[in-house]
């Protein structure tokens, strides 16, 4: 019996981005379909079986994050990955908030896009927990108590010398904590801390 392939939506403004990602997507066994505007998606959207979409933050007419909110509005409950060339805390924060699966920085790697696709699979296919890993929970239970402090607020979407403000401490601690978690946790960019953060068992909430 076999499988059938899962399906990638692609929502990005930038065809060679779209046409460069085809073959890479199509060697590792995954279908693309892909959508010049969010308009376009959403028309087609009715028909479309289900899978895994990936958006661009930043599109004229209709951006990455209103297209996820009106998708979610529709009770679509596909994983959706939002793709951004421009990412910051605030963007990553709000398009978790509005219900987004994954939030990959561009350049995308293509092996994370290909991980993040079959767990967007997985997602679809009923298992459960894919979001939360346990690794990852133990590397954030590893960290001090201060590194701790500094975590929970970076996720919140704060920058350094609001954190230092709020705990009374200086940037260059701030910073030099910052330093320790991007290390501890393995992550390079803000962005992708949010990420893990969630998957290791975080909330995002308002600003504390």
């Not at 991980?115 to 894919?130: D, E, F, I, M, N």
């Not at 607020?153 to 260059?172: C, T, Y």
Request: charged share 25%; glycine share 8%; with cysteine.
């Amino acid at each position: 019996m076999s499988i059938s392939p899962t399906i990638v939506y692609l929502v990005d403004d930038d065809s060679d981005f779209r046409k460069g990602l085809e073959p890479v997507l199509r060697a590792s066994g995954l279908e693309l379909r892909s959508f010049g505007t969010g308009e376009a998606f959403l028309n087609a959207f009715p028909k479309l079986p289900p899978g895994c979409l990936f958006v661009d933050l930043a599109m004229p007419d209709m951006s990455g994050l209103d297209l996820l909110r009106r998708l979610r509005a529709m009770g679509c409950r596909w994983p959706i990955v939002v793709l951004t060339g421009h990412g910051s805390a605030v963007s990553a924060t709000d398009a978790m908030r509005s219900g987004a699966f994954a939030f990959l920085e561009k350049p995308v790697r293509e092996l994370e896009l290909i991980a993040t696709a079959r767990k967007a699979q997985a997602l679809l296919s009923g298992s459960t927990g894919v979001l939360y890993d346990e690794e990852i929970a133990q590397r954030i239970q590893r960290l001090s108590r201060r590194e701790r402090e500094v975590l929970d607020r970076l996720v919140q979407g704060m920058v350094n010398k609001q954190i230092a403000a709020q705990l009374g401490i200086g940037e260059s601690t701030v910073k030099s904590a910052r330093r320790a978690i991007m290390q501890r946790m393995r992550v390079e960019t803000r962005a992708e801390l949010i990420l893990m953060a969630l998957r290791g068992g975080l909330t995002i909430k308002g600003r504390l």
